[in-house]
C-alpha cells in the first residue's frame, strides 16, 4: 500500500491524480490558511481574530479535502466564492491602509482563484 493509497478505514490521501497545478493550488491554499490562523490566533479569538481563525480552517480544510479527493469538482466551485469573500472583507476592514503582508496574501488569494477556475473548467 502507498501513501497515495486509501488505509483500510477508507480514509487515505489520494494524490495519484493531483496534476502540478493541483499542488500549485495546494500551496497557495496552505500560504493562505496558515497565515489567517496565526493572524487570528495572534488577534484574540473573539472578533476579528475568530472570522480569521474560522477563514484558516476554510482554506485547510479544502486543501484537506483535495488531498483524500473528496468531491474536488465542489471544493473547487466554493473555494472560489469563499476566497473572493476573503479579499473584499479584507478590503472592507483595511481601506484605505493596506499593509505590505496583506498585499502579499491577496496576491496569492488572487492566484488560487485563477488556479480554482482553471481546476473547476478541465473537470467539467
Known amino acids: ?32 490558511g496558515v497565515l489567517h490562523l496565526v493572524l487570528g490566533v495572534s488577534l484574540g479569538l473573539p472578533g476579528l481574530g475568530g472570522s480569521l481563525f474560522v477563514a484558516g480552517v476554510g482554506y485547510l480544510g479544502g486543501t484537506a479535502a483535495i488531498l483524500v479527493g473528496v468531491r474536488r469538482r465542489l471544493v473547487y466551485l466554493l473555494g472560489i466564492p469563499f476566497t473572493i469573500g476573503q479579499i473584499a472583507a479584507w478590503y472592507v476592514v483595511n481601506a484605505p491602509s493596506f499593509s505590505a503582508l496583506g498585499i502579499a496574501d491577496k496576491v496569492v488569494q488572487v492566484a488560487l482563484i485563477a488556479v480554482l477556475a482553471v481546476l473547476y473548467a478541465r473537470a467539467t
Open 1 to 32: 500500500m502507498t501513501a497515495a493509497s486509501t488505509s483500510r478505514s477508507g480514509i487515505g490521501l489520494a494524490t495519484d491524480s493531483l496534476t502540478p497545478l493541483h499542488w500549485l493550488g495546494i500551496v497557495l491554499a496552505v500560504a493562505t
